[in-house]
């Protein structure tokens, strides 16, 4: 089995928000949860079905930037990053949709 792996800027939660997540790899691409495990789970469907929507269009997943660039993005200061590994070549929804990385 194939994973790809997408770092994720988190943004902390509090007694009255939830932890946000934003995927800078897939434009669009974010979720939240009231835990960061939460947050985590639902970044990893997020991602998925944000693939499966470029499959379906006849799109590549984006080039991405490395994960120093990515934590140097001002827009992301004050931001927790992590990564999260997503089955490649099937997707959680919809088995036999394929994945590719490239440009779009």
């Keep these: 089995m194939m994973y790809m792996r997408f770092d994720i800027a988190i943004e ?4 009255t928000t939830a932890w946000g ?7 669009g691409c974010f979720s939240a949860g009231d835990s960061l ?3 985590m789970a639902n970044a990893r ?7 499966e929507a ?10 991405t930037q490395s994960s ?6 001002p ?11 997503v089955q490649a070549g099937k997707s959680a929804a919809h088995p036999g949709a394929g994945w590719r990385r490239g440009k779009s």
């Design 45 to 51: 469907q997020a991602i998925a079905l944000h693939i």
């Design 68 to 73: 120093a660039a990515l934590q140097a993005d």
């Design 21 to 27: 997540v934003v995927v800078p790899a897939l434009p």
């Design 37 to 39: 495990e939460e947050a």
């Design 12 to 15: 902390r939660g509090t007694a």
């Design 54 to 63: 470029l499959h379906a269009d006849g799109k590549n997943i984006p080039p």
């Design 75 to 85: 827009e992301f200061a004050g931001w927790m990053w992590a990564s999260v590994d």
